[in-house]
């Protein structure tokens, strides 16, 4: 069904970025525009997600040319429920920032830029066309660059010089995969791509292609052996850009995967093992990674590599039941993660540190606060019935009919290493007697904010903390959505109808 | 003879030839100021081959492109200088 | 029901909000919620007596066949029954143990949690949500254990059990989906009536061995039991409740549960005997050489865990019955026996067996309480405890070639037991009183009478066991073993050989009792088997798989981003090269190629040459200029080849980049070859072998037909429908304008990029 | 007609190209190289250009060639003074050959003023 | 002349990688560039190419009847290009940057970030 | 780099290259050019400018920072492709005038968009010489 | 001034005309409102320029300059293509009596158009012009060519 609206995501959050340009040097204005307008896209994100659960696959064609000849957006189940996790993340981002971002990166552009970041990823969820998806990639990651960078510390430079760095590199093999893809095909729209894609006899090429866009994309999503860019960088940034990150933009590589293998290439055998193995390996990676470190930030990179794991395994298994695991894994992550980074940036605001060996005492002085975080800490760890449990259930369960034995081995491995060390960080940083650390001068802690700000930096984590509860504890919800989504996947001929119509366009 | 294979057979391979022995001077250099005007002479010498070009190919469009390139190896050269005489200051 | 289980976990929810009420005297009020919850239970023991079985279903994920299913039978009801009572006591008990404490109102949230988890896991009909409670009973315990968080050793405690148990629940987790899809339902009655289909099952051995590790992780058996002493670190309460009674028992509850389902094999039962024996030994000698009394009691319940284990393993009616009574029996007089240690600790400030003694005249109630509990435990008739040796030893005899060996174990093992039993229950109040501890008084007595009660309990139940007999054991056994013979608990059985064993059991444990005095030069001694010890050899395996994380995780993430860029390319390289090689036939149609001018091939040369040029130079500005070069080549391979939009823009853009690099590289330092000439040959090598791939691959895809649809209906609609003429201009603005104006969007966010880059300064002083 | 002054006009200045070309690689110093190139190169364009202008005989055509002409006659100069000047600075040195150097010492080395008198 | 294309491809994607792999940052860049342009020319020459005849409709036309260039694959590129001008320019700066906090052009230096503890 | 010579090419040179830039703007739904090129080759002539005359006097030309035609110019292109969502029409969908303009042609959201683009250009490429510069 | 202003639009409408080849009345109102509106962008202090009543001169100079140019050409031409160089180079310094930024500027650009001539730089005090010659044979010969050729030339017109 056509739909002009679907694009509202992107175009209100252009608008809100240009706005917000407008107000360059008015912090405060920018405050109050950016929570107004993260609040509206919430709304648009929450209708968006109804229209396409009721009436079904809705579609854009832009400048009302019709696919394949135009770019074509379209809104499924799994594409309007990734713009409403960014919508609840963006917004739960938007409102700690308000608190925690200090006035000189505000007026260096970091709100429009943050809002330029969203836009993006709502692009890249909607596109229904290979090479602008390429392009929203771009907007993804040259305002994730700016972000990154912004207030230009050294830790932050030397990180992003190798986020930058993977993600060119990640762009340019992404785009000879189109540059190929296209020689071969001759159109870009991915629907049109699903059905000339098939009819290709060189089947050997399409392979070949498909190798290009899984590293493209598995740079993007940070599994082995690509990963590397992520735990160099993560950490560097202010806590709630991480969080963005965390949250947002590997699950965008993974969101891509998905999309592209479920529709442009079917693995064969060698991609679907392969992809299996990579799995094993970055759940394998991340988590010896996370048992090592002291930073809880980079404990939280690297259970990111970790957890990507899982969804691509759901990927590799290629199951309904394992992509219902991946899709309910990829919700709960992209909440829970997000929660994780704001949480890390509460925890310096009140200590002025994130070493887990200084930390200390929180538990003691802030049991309220401990009793908040610890929901998504343990939802991350999957202690039933919180999210994580879920989506662990149907993976296991998926390799199992399978036969993906050793993979069960890895994921339970993975889980494990996940509890060790969020019970870890727990008895480190909750329970530990607080350590006398000298106050920090460059440092405004908690206690020095105004009441507003404080609310400001609470407000969020409470939200995705009740959100993630809510993944958890009404499992059901989230699982017939992922049964949606897992079977719009596995069976793409509803898209591809939604978006060439009816009747096939080939002579 | 026709225009065209004048120019197809005999122009463009003198305009190629030249840009061929400019280039020569671009990599011995030896000073970047040598560079510099080498990279300026081969842009100039596009513009001969872009004219010629939308000659042959009947084109009138591609001489718009030869009014950039004139902009562009102008804007280059400057910028060289600009970027020669400021490191001279500076050091 | 739904209520009933939840309830625990609501009180745990409010416990924030009322935190203030419960640390003034509201705390009180607390037990009356396990105290309702046992006369709940308790109301429906008639019904169970008559071999009903109640069930409750509530949906919760029907999508997934995963329910909030309930089912009660006579072990349910059993576990229930001790859940809540011994809950209850516990609960009252802790109003004085932790009276004044802090966070006594977290305190009882755990417990509140922990108790709702540890009903859900016994009541849970749906193997799943089993799970699930099975999962909270864990954390309960992580933050009970972790209580006292301010000692680093409770910490580390909490961690070692968390993670062992944590193992263990992943492992069962699988194991539950095995099971399954195995038996095609998540409810356990429903497998039930597939038993043989799952027996016969080829994943039945990963099954079993799946619950096996969970059970055996979480009711500490060897390997696994050496969490359990550490968890000793929680406020007696804790232990009492959490470590004797009912969490550890939660692994006999599953191997038991599951016996009618995948019990009877070989497999089942001898992996069981040889861990359940194993494990009663090891502990029971364990035990005697402790000197702290919560660490004996802790060895000696890991004993018990393990004689339970045993008694399954049997798996004859006989054994089965002796498991169902043994439960009770030990939850009785070995919860009584943590309770007197938490009041000796709490009055005395010590455990330390060698030091305490006498303790009866300053706390007579108390010493009896103990008194029986040890009696109880040391099997002296009229004893409840007397019943349940008896039934063991009944058991051991009856089972065929291995008897002898069997009963041994379990003799050797309650001769230990009882000197533990002796040592914790009776040491402490017998002898004279030391100075130290005169001022000693008898605690308030919501902390004495609990354990009274327990310890009587023992002896009532010795003494008529025709109590429990029909309401509980005997729907306890049908439950076990799937039928519905009768049995019949009696105190004496007449003079008979378990008789015998009875009494040499005794005597051998009060002999021992005398000769041997634990003492720190003993335990001394045993300290050096712990080099061989399974704890030992876990955190051995720990540390190595530390050290392996650290190689692992420096190999790959070493920090150089050159090498990160080579294992990426690598890898790239790798699979294209495999794939190509794989499925790709090398074939190139020259008919289809456009000729070749001298112009065309001189400005390839000069491109070539300037690549070359740009990569060997040893200038920086070189390099830059000559990059502009191959940039002005490109422009006029697209001009020659019909593209003047793109050599405009190439052209503009090309001296832009190189204007912004000049303007850049004027204040870098010198441009200088860091990496040696081998690396440099090998980066070589891969970039010329993946140069070459993407070679083949084009040449490749240009022997493929393309499909024109999309260009024709551009060429066909540029001007009619778009009234545009140029038609790049048109697909720029109109057709795919939706790209332009991401791509103008990321020239505003890179500018808006480089001023914050260049422009903003962070003053340190200024605060974040 | 036009054929032949096309052909003219382009032979002449591919010539003239031609010998901008030897020239910048034959000259033994930058400012004769510099020399050489400007003006030959200039005139060989234009003359090109002019002969595009003239093939396409459309006014439209040859007023856009003029004004390409002229922006080259107008930029051309401008860009050698000022590489030649920056090169002065750089301390480019002169032909070995060269006979005279007034301005040898005329610049500040400091403000890069250039000093009419000693 | 596709035979040309597909070697020059080949030695940018190369000669980018290689570049990419060095230890200097400016290194790095130039071969982001020398990959951009492999990847540009790449689309370029699959979309095919086809000599002189630019997909601009004749003013006398109302469409493209004859053979033309394929216009997709130039729409594209044009975007890519400019995308990545934004990209690299910022990719500029932050090395202009990073040296200027680091003192150093040497890419080995920066792995503080990726070290276990810190 | 203050020169006579090149500061008096310079003044000259400004509104020329402006003048093209706007031409190549214009005719660029019909031959090569558009918006991109326009933008970028009036930006080259205020680079020009202040490499001649010092970044300060091209500032003052220009009496606003550069980096405001950037929001300006998204607004124009974003109003120009969301205008048709006003009319139940798809994003970008182009609406045209009835009548072609003298000089400009026929005249749509598709030049407006153009426009729109020409500005963010020169808005971006000045914004990064100019900083750059400025912090040389 | 408000001449100049005048005349300064007319002739960049013209050029407006011109580069975009429309030769029509409503081509060149927009031409004139286009660079109205970039004049008043641009707008600095100029000297005042009288376009249009030297036009005989101009086209007299323009066949000298030619002539010069070819003349020169030839010159260097043969400098170039034989193995042998003929020149003797150097950097004489010259006078000037053009004033004006435009007079100093278009002479000195004249002088670098002409082959063998390149004019390096304008002293600060604009007193003089350097420039670098190859062919010095007679330093006081030289300067008195450029002086009585190019500048005289130019300051006829230009004044
Ligand atoms: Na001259
Ligand atoms: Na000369």
Not at chain 1, 7 to 28: E, K, S, Y
Not at chain 3, 203 to 213: K, M
Not at chain 3, 620 to 633: D, E, K, M, P, Q
Request: hydrophobic content about 55%.
């Amino acid at each position: 069904m056509n739909n002009p609206y679907i694009i509202l995501p992107v175009i209100f959050q252009l608008f809100t970025a240009v706005l917000l340009l407008f107000f360059w040097f008015r912090v405060n204005a920018q405050r109050l525009i950016t929570i107004i307008c993260s609040l509206i896209s919430l709304g648009i994100a929450i209708w968006l997600l109804k229209e396409v659960y009721q009436n079904g696959i809705l579609t854009m064609q832009a400048g009302g040319w019709k696919a394949p000849f135009g770019i074509t957006f379209v809104a499924d189940v799994f594409s309007a429920t990734m713009v409403l996790l960014t919508a609840i993340s963006g917004m739960a981002v938007a409102i700690f920032s308000t608190g925690s971002i200090r006035n000189a990166r505000l007026k260096f552009g970091y709100f429009p830029i943050l809002n330029f970041l969203l836009m993006g990823l709502n692009g890249a969820f909607l596109t229904g066309d290979i090479f602008n998806l390429y392009v929203w990639f771009e907007i993804i990651i040259i305002a994730s660059f700016v972000l990154i960078t912004i207030g230009g510390e050294k830790a932050q430079i030397e990180g992003a010089i190798k986020y930058v760095t993977m993600n060119l590199l990640a762009s340019a093999i992404f785009l000879t995969a189109i540059a190929i893809l296209y020689g071969m095909a001759g159109s870009l729209n991915m629907a049109d791509l699903s059905e000339q894609v098939a009819q290709i006899e060189n089947r050997g090429l399409v392979n070949v292609v498909a190798i290009l866009f899984l590293v493209g994309f598995g740079i993007k999503s940070a599994i082995f052996p690509l990963y590397f860019w992520l735990p160099a960088s993560y950490h560097t940034p202010p806590p709630a850009i991480s969080a963005i990150f965390g949250g947002l933009l590997t699950k965008v590589g993974v969101y891509a995967l998905l999309r592209i293998f479920t529709l442009i290439f079917i693995p064969d055998a060698f991609l679907s093992n392969l992809l299996i193995v990579l799995a094993a390996m970055t759940i394998l990676s991340g988590g010896l990674g996370a048992i090592l470190q002291v930073n809880m930030r980079k404990i939280f990179s690297y259970l990111i590599v970790c957890h990507i794991g899982f969804m691509i395994a759901g990927l590799g298994i290629y199951t309904e039941l394992a992509l219902v695991g991946a899709i309910f894994y990829l919700i709960h992550d992209i909440i829970v993660k997000t929660n994780l980074f704001l949480v890390s940036g509460l925890i310096f605001k009140l200590k002025g540190t994130l070493n887990i060996e200084k930390l200390g005492g929180i538990y003691k002085k802030y049991p309220k606060f401990s009793l908040l975080m610890a929901i998504p800490l343990f939802s991350l760890v999957g202690i039933p019935p919180l999210s994580g449990f879920w989506a662990k259930l149907f993976l296991i369960q998926g390799s199992y009919l399978e036969g993906q034995y050793t993979l069960i081995g890895f994921i339970l491995l993975g889980s494990f290493l996940t509890l060790w060390v969020i019970a870890k960080v727990w008895s480190e940083v909750f329970w530990k007697d607080a350590v006398n650390l000298p106050k920090k001068i460059n440092v405004k802690y908690f206690r020095e904010l105004k009441p507003l700000k404080q609310w400001a930096m609470v407000i969020p984590i409470v939200l995705l903390a009740a959100t993630s509860l809510y993944i958890g504890l009404a499992a059901e919800h989230i699982i017939l959505l992922s049964k949606q989504i897992a079977a719009e996947l596995i069976d793409p001929s509803a898209y591809i109808e939604a978006v060439l119509g009816s009747k096939t366009t080939m002579p | 003879m026709s225009v065209y294979d004048y120019l197809y057979y005999i122009i463009l391979p003198i305009l190629a030839v030249s840009i061929l022995i400019i280039f020569i001077r671009f990599l011995i250099g030896p000073k970047l100021s040598d560079r510099v005007v080498a990279l300026d002479l081969l842009l100039t010498t596009g513009i001969g081959i872009i004219a010629v070009y939308s000659i042959i190919t009947n084109q009138p469009a591609f001489l718009d492109i030869a009014m950039i390139l004139a902009l562009i190896a102008f804007l280059g050269t400057v910028a060289f200088a600009y970027y020669l005489e400021k490191r001279e200051k500076n050091d | 029901m739904i209520i009933a289980i939840l309830s625990g976990f609501i009180v745990a929810a409010l416990i924030p909000l009322l935190s203030k009420f419960i640390k003034s005297k509201g705390s009180i009020l607390l037990p009356f919620l396990p105290m309702s919850l046992f006369v709940y239970f308790a109301s429906y023991l008639p019904r169970i007596g008559k071999g009903e079985k109640l069930s409750f279903v509530y949906e919760w994920v029907p999508s997934f066949g995963i329910n909030l299913s309930f089912h009660l039978d006579g072990l349910s009801m059993l576990f229930a029954l001790l859940i809540t009572g011994i809950g209850t006591l516990v609960f009252f008990y802790t109003f004085s143990y932790l009276k004044g404490h802090i966070y006594l109102d977290r305190f009882y949230g755990y417990l509140s949690m922990f108790m709702a988890s540890m009903l859900g896991l016994v009541l849970s009909d749906n193997i799943i949500t089993l799970f699930i409670f099975w999962e909270l009973t864990s954390i309960s315990s992580f933050f009970l254990i972790g209580f006292n968080n301010d000692d680093p050793k409770s910490r580390k405690s909490a961690l070692l059990a968390l993670s062992i148990t944590g193992m263990g629940g992943l492992f069962l987790l699988a194991g539950m989906l095995l099971l399954g899809t195995a038996g095609g339902s998540y409810s356990f009655q429903e497998l039930l009536s597939n038993g043989n289909l799952i027996q016969a099952h080829d994943n039945y051995g990963w099954i079993i061995l799946l619950v096996f590790l969970g059970a055996f992780t979480k009711s500490a058996q060897f390997p696994f039991h050496f969490w359990l002493p550490g968890a000793m670190k929680a406020p007696t309460p804790v232990s009492t409740y959490l470590h004797s009674a009912t969490m550890v028992k939660a692994g006999i509850y599953i191997l038991a549960r599951f016996t009618p389902l995948l019990g009877g094999t070989a497999e089942w039962n001898t992996t069981l005997i040889i861990v359940g024996a194993v494990t009663m030994v090891y502990a029971a000698i364990h035990a005697i050489f402790r000197m702290d009394m919560k660490s004996i009691l802790a060895y000696s319940t890991i004993s018990a865990l393990g004689i339970l284990v045993f008694l399954i393993g049997l798996g004859t009616e006989e054994s089965l019955l002796a498991a169902c009574v043994f439960i009770l029996v030990h939850a009785l007089y070995k919860a009584t026996l943590f309770l007197i240690t938490g009041i000796v600790d709490h009055e005395t400030g010590t455990r330390d067996v060698t030091v305490l003694g006498g303790l009866r005249k300053v706390m007579m109630p108390v010493a009896i309480a103990a008194g029986l509990a040890a009696l109880s435990n040391a099997g002296a008739p009229p004893f409840f405890g007397f019943i349940g040796k008896d039934l063991i030893y009944e058991a051991t005899l009856h089972f065929g070639d291995w008897a002898y060996l069997l009963t041994g174990a379990a003799i050797l093992t309650n001769i230990c037991l009882l000197f533990a039993g002796l040592l914790a229950g009776y040491k402490p109040f017998a002898g004279n009183l030391p100075a130290e501890f005169s001022k000693v008084h008898l605690p308030h007595p919501t902390m004495w009478v609990p354990p009274l009660i327990l310890a009587v309990l023992g002896l009532v139940f010795g003494l008529f066991p025709v109590l429990i007999e029909k309401n509980l054991i005997q729907p306890v056994f049908s439950s076990l073993t799937n039928n519905d013979t009768l049995i019949h608990l009696k105190l004496w059985h007449g003079f008979n050989v378990v008789l015998g064993l009875s009494m040499l059991t005794l005597t051998l444990g009060v002999l021992l009792y005398w000769k041997l005095k634990p003492s720190e030069a003993l335990f001394g001694k045993t300290l050096k088997f712990e080099l061989f010890s399974p704890q030992t050899i876990a955190m051995l395996f720990g540390r190595l798989f530390s050290e392996f994380a650290k190689l692992w995780t420096g190999f790959f993430q070493n920090g150089y981003l050159r090498n990160y860029v080579i294992t990426i390319l690598g890898f790239l390289t790798i699979l294209l090269g495999y794939r190509l090689y794989q499925g790709v036939n090398f074939y190139v149609d020259t008919a289809k190629l456009t000729e070749l001018t001298i112009y065309e091939v001189i400005v390839v040369l000069i491109m070539i040459i300037s690549i070359i040029f740009t990569v060997f130079s040893k200038s920086r500005l070189v390099a830059v200029a000559s990059l502009g070069v191959i940039g002005y080549s490109i422009c006029l391979i697209f001009l020659f080849y019909s593209a003047p939009d793109l050599a405009m823009t190439q052209f503009s853009i090309d001296t832009l980049t190189v204007i912004l690099f000049v303007l850049v590289i004027y204040n870098l330092p010198k441009y200088k070859t860091f990496s040696k000439r081998r690396v440099r040959v090998r980066d070589g090598i891969l970039s010329v072998f993946f140069g070459t791939l993407i070679a083949i691959l084009t040449l490749e895809v240009l022997s493929e037909p393309l499909n024109r649809e999309t260009s024709i209906f551009y060429a066909e609609s540029a001007y009619i429908l778009a009234k545009g003429k140029n038609v790049v201009n048109v697909i720029l603005v109109d057709f795919r304008g939706l790209d332009t104006i991401v791509e103008i969007t990321v020239l505003v966010i890179a500018a808006i990029g480089v001023f914050s880059l260049l422009k903003l300064r962070l003053k340190s002083i200024e605060k974040e | 007609m036009t054929e032949i002054i096309v052909i003219i006009l382009s032979s002449l200045g591919a010539l003239f190209i031609l010998l901008a070309a030897v020239g910048v690689v034959k000259m033994p110093d930058l400012y004769l190289r510099i020399s050489v190139t400007t003006k030959a190169a200039t005139l060989g364009i234009g003359l090109i250009l002019l002969g595009a202008g003239i093939y396409f005989s459309d006014a439209a055509i040859l007023a856009r060639v003029i004004a390409i002409i002229v922006f080259m006659l107008l930029t051309a100069p401008v860009g050698a003074h000022m590489i030649g000047r920056a090169s002065y600075f750089t301390g480019v040195k002169m032909w070995k050959n060269s006979k005279i150097d007034e301005l040898e010492g005329k610049y500040d080395t400091k403000s890069h003023k250039l000093r009419s008198e000693d | 002349m596709e035979l040309l294309l597909v070697i020059l491809i080949g030695l940018l994607y190369a000669s980018g990688i290689f570049m990419m792999l060095r230890r200097s940052m400016v290194k790095l860049i130039i071969g982001l560039i020398l990959l951009g342009n492999g990847a540009n020319m790449l689309i370029f020459l699959l979309g095919r190419i086809v000599k002189g005849k630019p997909p601009i409709i004749e003013s006398s036309a109302k469409m493209l009847t004859e053979i033309y260039a394929d216009p997709v694959p130039q729409a594209l590129i044009l975007t890519a290009i400019v995308i990545s001008f934004g990209l690299q320019s910022f990719a500029i700066i932050l090395v202009k940057r990073a040296y200027k906090i680091t003192d150093t052009d040497d890419l080995d230096e920066l792995n503080t970030t990726d070290e276990i503890y810190e | 780099m203050k020169t006579i010579i090149f500061k008096t090419a310079s003044t000259y040179l400004l509104p020329l290259l402006i003048l093209f830039s706007v031409f190549i703007l214009l005719r660029g739904h019909y031959l090569p050019g558009g918006g991109f090129v326009g933008g970028l080759i009036a930006s080259i002539a205020f680079v020009i400018h202040s490499f001649a005359n010092g970044l300060e006097q091209t500032k003052s030309l220009i009496k606003f920072h550069p980096g405001f035609l950037m929001p300006i110019g998204l607004c124009i292109a974003l109003l120009s492709g969301a205008a048709p969502l006003l009319v139940g029409q798809s994003f970008m969908t182009g609406l045209w005038f009835e009548d072609p303009l003298p000089v400009i042609g026929m005249v749509g959201s598709a030049l407006f968009f153009d426009t729109g683009v020409y500005l963010v250009v020169i808005g971006v490429t000045l914004t990064i010489i100019f900083t750059i510069s400025e912090t040389l | 001034m408000i001449k100049t202003k005048f005349l300064s639009n007319l002739l960049l409408s013209l050029i407006w005309v011109a580069i975009t080849g429309a030769f029509t009345v409503e081509n060149f109102v927009f031409g004139f409102a286009l660079s109205f509106f970039l004049l008043w962008i641009t707008a600095t202090d100029r000297r005042e320029n009288k376009y249009f009543n030297r036009i005989p001169k101009l086209i007299g100079f323009v066949f000298f300059f030619l002539y010069e140019l070819i003349k020169a050409n030839i010159e260097v031409a043969y400098d170039v293509i034989t193995p042998k160089h003929y020149m003797e180079p150097g950097i004489v310094k010259i006078p000037l009596d053009a004033k004006s930024d435009l007079e100093i500027t278009l002479l000195a650009n004249l002088i670098t158009l002409t082959p063998g001539t390149l004019s390096l730089d304008v002293s600060d005090d604009r007193k003089v012009l350097y420039v670098h010659a190859m062919y010095v044979k007679d330093r006081a010969e030289f300067v008195a060519g450029i002086k009585n050729g190019f500048e005289r030339r130019l300051l006829e017109i230009t004044r």
